[in-house]
């Protein structure tokens, strides 16, 4: 018999997603596991690599309870095999039965069909080019129609009450809370005056969590592996996390990345100056994340390192820093 749904509100979430679970769940999708299961580098949901008698291996995603409503997670699944249909290259989930998401031991969970490859240097023109190709790609087809289920990039849920749950939480030093609230503060109020000035903005469905660590690249290029954060919001959402180093060199890569993104879709550069608030937006909510998952035990295994008072220090720096940011122009493109 299937046990109840896990809760969110569980301490330990994942306490019966034992190894002997997850090849039950697999054999239950009609797959004959062959025993071999390898955890795979995965916080907010557990995923798994499991082998097959006489094929491939598989991987199959338990998503963290009650943090989706079905529906959400249906809307994510369409998304995926949308874009796949469009010959974009994303790993969906694969069609069971006629469905993409199951549930066994209370656990919903999805299958994917394993795909290889390493995380993108991006280090030339030639690679933006064709990154950028493929998010213009995506975007178009994420222009096409709307989320119901799925959240908008929110500035109150992002940074307002993740600057709650830190000082809610009591995991600040005494003497950086002043400092954290001062800062935070700000940070909202420059957050929010820039996404004003950049109205009217389109928003559309969007990956939401476009870091390299999603994106896996073979010699045929790039495709992503994980559409778990998709949601509505502003293209350069996509864009800003695939920047890196000084100043200069973001402004060369935004280049190129737009350069192959405008062959398939259009962008507005009133987008341009939204990159430094979205940072700031990730920062704040970063902390809060762990902090909300802290009583998941993989998490104080993980970051060990998170709620030490050296810790804090250094975020509440980096937040100042990011502040000064805030008062820099915008890269122009």
Known sequence: MEQPLASEADATPYARLTPDTVIDAVERAGFMADGRVLALNSYENRVYQVGVE???PVVVKFYRPGRWSRAAILEEHGFALELAAAEIPVVAPLVIGGETLLTHAGYPFAVYPRRGGRWPDLDTHDDRLMMGRFL???HRVGGTKRFEYRPRLDID???VRSAETVLAG???PDYQVDRYHDVTDALVE???A???AAEPL?????HGDCHR???LWTEEGPHFVDLDDCMTGPAIQDLWMLLAGPREERRTQLRDLLEGYEQFAEFDRVEVPLVEPLRALRMIHYAAWLARRWHDPAFPKAFPWFGAARYWEEHVRQLVEQLEALDEPALRV
């Open 54 to 56: 006489g094929g491939t």
């Open 136 to 138: 213009g790609r995506l």
């Open 190 to 192: 420059r957050i929010r």
């Open 202 to 206: 389109r928003s559309i469905r969007i």
């Open 194 to 196: 820039a996404f004003a």
């Open 157 to 159: 849920v992002l940074a």
């Open 213 to 215: 660590g999603n994106i």
């Open 170 to 172: 009591e995991w600040l």
